[in-house]
């Protein structure tokens, strides 16, 4: 029996699952893998060589395709991939076929504030403590795939500023490429969140003087940020990696024109490190089913969303895969929508919406929580009109996935301490606006608690949709953004900043970046851009500051308010209470 999470914190209660896990190929054999191609990495996690499979599978039907989204979350989250373990729990117990894609965690928020991204109580995915730290090595070939372009960029720009165009082409045989240096795209990632990094100079002149660097400004972002992990989301297969890596913008020469990592010749080294990271990684939850790990976390800031890959092989292997967006349906679900379904050609038949009863009084009025400290007292005790206000929000969410042409299925993600009245309250009006709801105790009971939960999404598949794209790309940049901005997130309009007017025009005028999908960057706190407001904010406008190109993954990035690529760590980080029991050289804290 796996422990009560009552009583025990997630880590323990995994590291104590842990003890009966099945071995790979056991779950393997689950999925219909067959042992070629499974990639061991020791005897519970494995890599998949997803070529074979499709390959194999070629012909076969599709399954199910569900996709798990939130209302807008409070700092510590709504529990979406919580909600995405217990739903594949439920419906293995309901002796579905099933599978999961999920995102792997980033060292920022596992060493932060919001801890890992495997689930929570007895609805999590195992073993921990590798899925958490590192993993199968997907980020650290991110980052040395980033940076390589960066080491590209910085070193041929010291070489054009120290050598005549007779002495580069003879020491090279490179042409000059006339680098802006005030026109730099990229900058460097890391995996933590660093404020300190945000703003940074490099290439100071030291003992070895003009042979130490180009001195510029330059920038750090976490990795999973990175365009080249938007590129690992969207990509279909290696050659459609190699095509998307060589057009990554770094920079702009000095007539404005776009330098890129082809021109760089680096884009071909950069794939080489990722091909590895192109296979999907797999695991399994505390009950056994399989949970496939691809692409990375952070819809505010990046696509946020698991790959294309694990949902086309988990499709083919299973009854029922389970797909997860990142926050709420203003961003995660949004990006799914517009962006990932339209490059996979892939359509969801369902989606879900994670809602818990903390977030929805937080919504309506009480204090807002504050990560590293406790719970304010308010959340311990009932208080149905708090809910009631609270699920505004709900509904914003509700109708942002009927713009899809799916009707929602509304998961209460109950924990121990909700009451009977705020569920009913909850259920009350999700009812009002017409849309199912189930109440799924996966936390507290694993897949028990979550049959409920699975059969009203089994039945919401087989509803037929109109699944549809909210924009085309045939649209101008600037309507897309006001789209997105007045239909999604309920802003009266745009505002755009001199700098982002100069970038859109020079986009708009360019057929090839016109077309590009567009990957908004907003915080995830609120509808709005102001992570104070929390409901339905009303009479506020959208303020774009600038506008990135991701030439490679296919993105126009328009940026929102003051958010950052780089996130901040908090004055009581997770790192703090994680450990090594040396007796047993065990980790323990990660949670």
């Not at 070895?208 to 920038?219: E, L, P, Q, V, Y």
Request: glycine share 10%; with cysteine.
């Amino acid at each position: 029996m796996v422990l009560d999470p009552t009583k025990y914190a997630d880590w323990e209660i995994a590291q104590d699952a842990e003890k009966e896990m099945l071995t790979i190929y056991e779950i393997g054999e689950k999925l219909g893998l067959t042992r070629e191609e499974l990639l061991p990495h020791g005897h519970y996690i494995a890599k998949i060589d997803f070529r074979r499979v499709l390959e194999r599978l070629e012909n076969r039907p599709n399954g199910k395709y569900i996709d798990v989204t939130a209302i807008t979350p409070t700092p510590l989250g709504e529990g979406k991939s919580t909600t995405t373990m217990g739903l594949v729990e439920g419906l293995g117990r309901l002796g579905k076929r099933v599978s999961a894609a999920i995102r792997q965690p980033s060292g920022g928020p596992t060493m932060n504030i919001k801890g890992s991204a495997a689930g929570g109580g007895r609805a999590q995915c195992i073993p921990l403590t590798p899925f958490s730290l590192g993993f199968t090595g997907d980020i650290n070939a991110i980052m040395n795939a980033h940076n390589l372009a960066m080491v590209a960029l910085t070193s041929r720009m010291q070489h054009e500023r120290n050598y005549t165009d007779e002495q580069l082409e003879r020491l090279s045989g490179m042409k000059r490429l006339d680098i802006d240096p005030t026109h730099v795209e990229m900058g460097w990632v890391i995996d933590y969140c660093c404020q300190s990094l945000r703003n940074i100079i490099i290439g100071i002149d030291g003992e070895n003087d003009r042979r130490d660097g180009f001195m510029m400004r330059s920038t750090f972002a976490i990795a999973v940020s990175s365009e080249v992990m938007a590129i690992l989301a969207v990509a279909k297969d290696l050659k459609d990696m190699r095509e998307r890596m060589g057009k990554i913008i770094v920079a702009y020469n000095k007539k404005g024109d776009p330098v890129t990592t082809e021109d760089l010749e680096v884009a071909g080294a950069m794939t080489a490190w990722m091909v590895e990271a192109l296979n999907p990684s797999l695991m399994q939850t505390l009950e056994g089913q399989p949970v496939f790990v691809h692409a990375g976390p952070f819809a505010n800031i990046a696509i946020g969303q698991s790959s294309i890959i694990a949902d086309r092989i988990g499709l083919k292997l299973s009854d029922y895969h389970v797909t997860e967006s990142g926050f709420g349906a203003d961003i995660g679900f949004e990006k799914f929508w517009n962006l990932k379904c339209r490059y996979s050609g892939l359509r969801p038949d369902c989606a879900v919406i994670v809602a818990t009863i903390r977030a929805l009084k937080c919504h309506g009025g009480a204090p807002a929580p504050i990560p590293g400290k406790p719970m304010p007292e308010e959340y311990n005790s009932e208080n149905v009109g708090w809910v009631a206000k609270g699920c505004d929000n709900l509904i914003h969410h509700i109708r942002n996935v009927r713009k899809a042409g799916i009707s929602p299925v509304v998961c209460i993600n109950a924990f121990f301490t909700d009451t009977e009245a705020e569920t009913a309250k909850v259920r009350e009006i999700c009812a009002q606006e017409g849309a199912r709801v189930a109440v799924s105790r996966h936390w507290e009971k694993g897949g028990e608690g979550a049959e409920e939960f699975a059969r009203v999404v089994m039945k919401a598949c087989e509803e037929k949709n109109d699944f549809k794209f909210l924009y085309d790309l045939d649209m101008p940049l600037k309507e897309r953004i006001e789209l997105i901005a007045t239909e999604v997130y309920g802003a009266d309009g745009v505002d755009y900043s001199a700098v982002a007017e100069r970038q859109l025009a020079r986009y708009q005028d360019d057929p090839k970046i016109a077309k590009l999908g567009m990957c908004m960057v907003k915080t995830h706190l609120s509808l709005s851009d102001d992570p104070a407001l929390k409901g339905v904010p009303e009479g506020w406008r959208l303020k774009i500051r600038e506008v990135l190109i991701y030439g490679g993954a296919g993105f126009i990035v328009p940026v929102a308010g003051t958010i950052s690529l780089m996130p901040g760590t908090g004055s009581n980080p997770a790192f703090r209470r994680v450990d090594i029991n040396t007796d047993t050289g065990r980790v323990e804290g990660v949670f």
